[in-house]
């Protein structure tokens, strides 16, 4: 692209991301941590505030004028951030316009908007990511503005590795999204990631209109994420072998340096096959199709054959890990424990055929209801069990229905009496690597939550925790590239690396705060508290990386918010 159109749609792509900013650090600005998009007129607003010795705040509107008035109350010392945190409350104010909150004379916040579609550019935006990771194709300018790209990865006639129990032959295995910053695609990741926002279409199956993200397949009468969805899961397909089992992975044997998908030139190969990758994919194709079964039929069973022949194979190989062979270095997604891989898969194969055979599985094989933190692609995928029956709970007998309902109210009770004692109003503070993700796949199960009682509270909770990834946390940034007055500029992603373009590609979630910073040989961390411990520089990968299983919760929590506000 010539350098001035560059520069102008750069320019124009900014502000069509964001109408009222521009990124600043301003430090007055920084001691205001608050969604720095804004607020739905009938949701809970809230922010934080640290260094302040004030009792009280202002929302200005455009013009400088005061238009509320409210008390900052004193929540005491966050240990994870090392801060003295006030909260203020505006909920009472519901009128649509851009405002700031103002504190004595000094402190003024981003501003931000009241308004009925607030998350809406940011939930487009989140979906147009995974458009933006396809492999094997082109983004044209049409669709991608400045990020427009050739094509990277055909990933035909891949090799396989001695690690999928073949000597020769290779594999045609075109197509899905690249899993992060590096060009890997994996098979566990792709399933969750696939999974969660299917779940959406499943609760919500208009939640993305057909046009809505201009995609290539925009137009074609089929809703924008259902269509960006199959990108994946048709890839996906062609990772299951003959026998039914589902290889691991498709990466090379080491991350490639920081250059775009048509300059890759290391040899990529077909890798692992195991326990978890097979019910993973098992999962995930049942899921499908069952949502898709009325709009394609015929999709809808070849993945239900390809689903319930992946299942035969996984209770032959119950009990198959995946390990990294030493000649590969790529991301492991290493699991070695697959009760919660047969409880999604049973859980989805029985509401897909009604075959009593994945019913009796449930039954006599609980799962602990609980959020386990850390890795979703290893410790999320019971919850997505627990969504999929949650969301047809007609299909289940009722004592069995009444138990799992009450058990998902529990603990999404837990998650908002825990809100209450941070005092940052979220429900976390411990952070490991992702822990964005944390904060969303939380936020989710208070969506379903809400679907199950209609109760205000748990979607209040919901906002709460996306709050603190559009801005209302304790390093200030919005978590979501291209999105908020103090961005990302410098995500852990390849193409945003090589692309000679400043701003990076937009609409992606990167990982976030990680105390164990395993990338402190490269990146020099300016605070050890858990909540600060995250660099917007482009060396840090255990912080600033963006994935697949990060932005998935992103879209399922704002596409919900969106429909229910
Ligand atoms: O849970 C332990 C904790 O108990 C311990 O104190 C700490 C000490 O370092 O380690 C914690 O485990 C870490 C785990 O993440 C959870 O935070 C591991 O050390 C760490 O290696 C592991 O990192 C994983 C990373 O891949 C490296 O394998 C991330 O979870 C995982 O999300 C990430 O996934 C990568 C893919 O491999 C490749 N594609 C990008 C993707 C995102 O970064
Ligand atoms: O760039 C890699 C990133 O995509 C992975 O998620 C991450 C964890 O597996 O690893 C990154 O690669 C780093 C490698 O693990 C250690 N040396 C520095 C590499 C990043 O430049």
């Not at 994996?186 to 201009?214: C, F, R, T, W």
């Not at 899961?233 to 250059?259: C, E, P, Y």
């Not at 009796?360 to 019971?382: C, D, G």
């Amino acid at each position: 692209m010539k350098p001035l159109m560059m520069i102008i749609s750069v320019f124009l792509l900014f502000f069509s991301c964001n109408s009222s900013q521009t990124p600043s650090t301003d430090p007055a600005t920084d001691h205001i941590r608050i969604n720095q998009l804004g607020f739905y007129p009938d949701a809970v607003k809230e922010f934080v505030v640290t260094g302040t010795g004030a009792s009280s705040f202002r929302i200005l509107d455009e013009n400088g004028k005061s238009r509320y008035r409210g008390k900052l109350v004193d929540r005491g010392t966050w240990e994870a951030s090392g801060e003295q945190v006030l909260t203020g409350d505006f909920t009472g104010f519901r009128t649509p316009g851009t405002y700031s909150v103002r504190i004595g004379k000094e402190m003024v916040s981003p501003s931000f908007e009241i308004r009925d579609d607030v998350h809406r550019a940011a939930l487009d935006a989140s979906i147009k990511s995974f458009y933006f990771q396809r492999a094997s194709m082109e983004v044209e300018e049409q669709y991608g503005g400045v990020y427009a790209r050739a094509a990277g990865h055909p990933d035909l006639g891949c090799p396989y590795h001695p690690s999928t129990g073949k000597q020769r032959g290779t594999l045609d295995s075109p197509g899905g999204w690249y899993d992060a910053g590096d060009y890997g695609k994996y098979v566990v990741n792709a399933a969750i990631s696939a999974g969660q926002m299917l779940h959406l279409l499943e609760l919500y199956p208009d939640a993305v209109a057909d046009g809505q993200l201009n995609i290539p397949e925009s137009g074609n009468g089929s809703g924008d994420l259902l269509d960006e969805i199959r990108y994946e899961l048709d890839w996906l397909l062609t990772m299951q072998d003959s026998d039914g089992g589902v290889f691991h992975k498709l990466t090379a044997r080491n991350f490639s340096g920081f250059i775009m998908p048509e300059a890759y030139d290391l040899e990529r190969m077909v890798i692992g096959k195991g326990t978890a990758a097979t019910l993973n994919f098992a999962a995930v194709m049942a899921q499908a199709s069952r949502i898709v079964k009325e709009q394609d039929p015929a999709w809808a069973i070849d993945m239900l054959a390809r689903a319930e022949k992946a299942w035969d194979w996984a209770v032959e190989h119950d009990e198959v890990p995946y390990r990294n062979p030493p000649d590969v270095r790529t991301g492991e997604y290493g699991d070695n424990l697959f009760s919660d891989d047969f409880y999604w898969a049973a859980a989805e194969l029985y509401l897909t055929t009604g075959n009593n055979r994945y019913f009796k599985y449930l039954l006599e094989n609980e799962e602990p209801y609980v959020h386990q933190l850390t890795n979703s692609w290893k410790f999320f995928i019971r919850n997505m069990g627990f969504h999929s029956l949650l969301a047809n709970r007609k299909m289940l007998e009722s004592s069995f229905r009444g138990e799992l309902t009450r058990k998902h109210m529990k603990l999404a009770g837990e998650i908002l009496a825990r809100m209450d004692s941070i005092p940052y109003h979220v429900g976390i503070d411990y952070f490991e690597w992702g822990s964005n993700s944390d904060l969303l796949n939380q936020a989710m199960i208070l969506c379903i939550a809400h679907h199950l009682s209609g109760d205000r509270q748990y979607l209040d909770g919901a906002v709460r925790d996306l709050d603190y990834i559009l801005g209302k946390n304790a390093t200030g940034y919005c978590f979501l590239t291209g999105f908020g007055a103090k961005q990302v500029m410098n995500p852990h992603h390849r193409p945003s690396g090589a692309d000679g373009i400043e701003a990076p590609v937009p609409g992606f979630i990167v990982g976030g705060p990680n105390k164990d910073k395993q990338d402190r040989a490269e990146v020099e961390y300016g605070s050890d508290f858990p909540a600060k411990s995250f660099e917007d520089v482009e060396a840090s990968y255990a912080s600033n990386e963006v994935c697949l299983n990060w932005n998935a919760p992103a879209v399922f929590v704002m596409g919900y918010l969106e429909q229910a506000y």
